[in-house]
């Protein structure tokens, strides 16, 4: 299963976006107002939203100003959560999140509208950087 947010554009560079994204602390301010648990630990951080399950997101690469990629410390729940980067001027660029999951139909079908309103919640508090 593959979900894109919109492209959002940040009014800094791609330089200091990766960066933010680079310090896994920082995805705290990005999280939906209904986050009831976040911990940062080493290269990874867990985090829960009400009325869901603890998920722990694990940094799995990053290509310097462009990309991260995170993604689920369990292989039950296969998945990754890449933040694409691309510099549009000194002082502007765009984020595009893609999420991409190994889930079976029945999975998909339940996770597929929740997970696309966080991509996208995460992508708009990416822009009001």
């Known amino acids: 299963m593959n979900l894109e947010s919109r492209q959002v ?3 800094k560079s791609a330089k200091e976006v990766f960066e933010f994204l680079s310090n896994l602390g920082n995805f705290e301010q990005l999280m939906p107002e209904n986050t009831q648990k976040f ?3 080493g290269d990874s951080f867990l985090f829960a939203l009400k009325g869901m399950p603890e998920i722990r ?3 799995k690469s990053k290509t310097e100003y ?3 990629t995170l993604g ?3 292989s039950k729940l ?3 959560l890449a933040g694409n980067i691309n510099e549009v001027s000194e002082n502007q660029s765009k ?3 893609v999420f991409n999951g190994d889930f079976n139909p029945m999975m998909a079908m339940m996770v597929k509208k929740p997970l696309g309103k966080f991509i996208e919640v995460l992508a708009e508090n990416i822009a009001k950087l």
Do not use: C, G, Y
């Open 72 to 74: 689920a410390a369990s």
């Open 66 to 68: 462009s990309n991260i």
């Open 39 to 41: 911990e940062v630990d």
């Open 95 to 97: 984020v595009q999140l």
């Open 78 to 80: 296969p998945f990754t």
């Open 9 to 11: 554009t940040v009014k």
């Open 57 to 59: 997101l694990v940094l």
